[in-house]
T-cell receptor, first 115, second 114 residues
Framework: DQQVKQNSPSLSVQEGRISILNCDYT??????FLWYKKYPAEGPTFLIS?????DKNEDGRFTVFLNKSAKHLSLHIVPSQPGDSAVYFC??????????????FGKGTKLSVKP | DGGITQSPKYLFRKEGQNVTLSCEQN?????MYWYRQDPGQGLRLIYY???????QKGDIAEGYSVSREKKESFPLTVTSAQKNPTAFYLC?????????????FGPGTRLLVL
C-alpha cells in the first residue's frame, strides 16, 4: 500500500505558465516533506522541503504548499521554464528531528514544459 | 569538489553472478542509503547506514548485502539471490539520519542482466 501517492504520471505545461504538481499521503505521522527533481540517467537533486509546522515554503520560482488536514501537498513552479522538464518526486518522513529519517518516495510526475 | 560518486555507470551481470556497486562520498556525511528505481516506480529503500560499521535493512533488502567499513564508502552487492536485479540503483547520503536531513544523491548505476 503506497503511503505517498503522485496520481498524475505526467504533466504538460506551456513555458511561462504555472506548473502544479500534486502529492497525497496516507500516513498521518509524516511530518517532513521534500521534493526532488530528476533528469534521465541522473540521481535526484533536492529542490525544496517543508515541515508540518508550516503550510507554505517558498524558494525562488518554487513554492510548496502543505494541507495537513487533507494530507496533501503541492509544488508550484512559476514561471515554468523548458529546463524544468524532469521527473519530480515527492518524499515524506516521520519523526522530524528524531533519529530515524527514512524517506518514502512517490512514483514521480514527469513534467514537460513546452516552449 | 564535494559529492557522491557511483561506479560504474553501467554494469552487466551474468545469471548466478554477484556484482558490487560502488558508492563513495567526500561530504563527511554519517548516513548513507541505497535505493532502487524501476521504470514508472518511485525510489525504494534497500539498505541504509546511520554510522560506520552499522547498517539496517530497508523495504526491499532481500538479495542484497552491504558493508560500511569506512565513513566514505557504502558498497552494495547484488547477489544471485536477487531474482530481478535489472534496475537503476541510487546511492544517497545525509549529514545525519534524522527526518529533517536532506539526502543527496549520486548519479546512479544501471544494472542489466545478460
Amino acid at each position: 500500500d503506497q503511503q505517498v501517492k503522485q496520481n498524475s504520471p505526467s504533466l504538460s505545461v506551456q513555458e511561462g505558465r504555472i506548473s502544479i504538481l500534486n502529492c497525497d499521503y496516507t500516513n498521518s505521522m509524516f511530518d517532513y516533506f521534500l521534493w526532488y527533481k530528476k533528469y534521465p540517467a541522473e540521481g535526484p537533486t533536492f529542490l525544496i522541503s517543508i515541515s508540518s509546522i508550516k503550510d507554505k515554503n517558498e524558494d525562488g520560482r518554487f513554492t510548496v504548499f502543505l494541507n495537513k488536514s487533507a494530507k496533501h501537498l503541492s509544488l508550484h513552479i512559476v514561471p515554468s521554464q523548458p529546463g524544468d522538464s524532469a521527473v519530480y518526486f515527492c518524499a515524506a518522513s516521520e519523526n522530524y528531528g528524531g533519529s530515524q529519517g527514512n524517506l518514502i518516495f512517490g512514483k514521480g510526475t514527469k513534467l514537460s514544459v513546452k516552449p | 569538489d564535494g559529492g557522491i560518486t557511483q561506479s560504474p555507470k553501467y554494469l552487466f551481470r551474468k545469471e548466478g553472478q554477484n556484482v558490487t556497486l560502488s558508492c563513495e562520498q567526500n561530504l563527511n556525511h554519517d548516513a548513507m542509503y541505497w535505493y532502487r528505481q524501476d521504470p514508472g516506480q518511485g525510489l525504494r529503500l534497500i539498505y541504509y547506514s546511520q554510522i560506520v560499521n552499522d547498517f539496517q535493512k530497508g523495504d526491499i533488502a532481500e538479495g542484497y548485502s552491504v558493508s560500511r567499513e569506512k565513513k566514505e564508502s557504502f558498497p552494495l552487492t547484488v547477489t544471485s539471490a536477487q531474482k530481478n536485479p535489472t534496475a537503476f540503483y541510487l546511492c544517497a547520503s545525509s549529514i545525519g539520519s534524522g527526518a529533517g536531513e536532506t539526502q543527496y544523491f549520486g548519479p546512479g548505476t544501471r544494472l542489466l542482466v545478460l
